[in-house]
């Protein structure tokens, strides 16, 4: 994804978290997917995906079950 589709992307997800922490960043060497922050903190990867003309774009977070104990 390129820097556009980036600040897109990162303008819906403020917007839709009600979060101004939220970044955007284009991956190096990957050129159809970008990663998802919370201020510092690597959240997960998004993708783009074209299917026949229709293109979208799928948000992928992995929760690690030790970030689940209290």
């Known amino acids: 994804m390129d820097k556009n589709d980036c600040a897109r992307l990162e303008r819906y997800l403020r917007r839709l978290f009600r ?3 939220i970044r955007v960043v284009p991956r ?3 050129t159809d997917s970008a990663e998802l922050y919370i201020g510092e903190e690597f ?12 293109r979208s774009f799928n948000l992928q977070i992995a929760i690690l079950d030790e970030d689940l104990a209290e």
């Open 43 to 54: 959240i997960g990867v998004l993708f783009e995906d074209n299917d026949e003309g229709e």
């Open 19 to 21: 979060n101004t922490e």
């Open 28 to 30: 190096p060497r990957k």
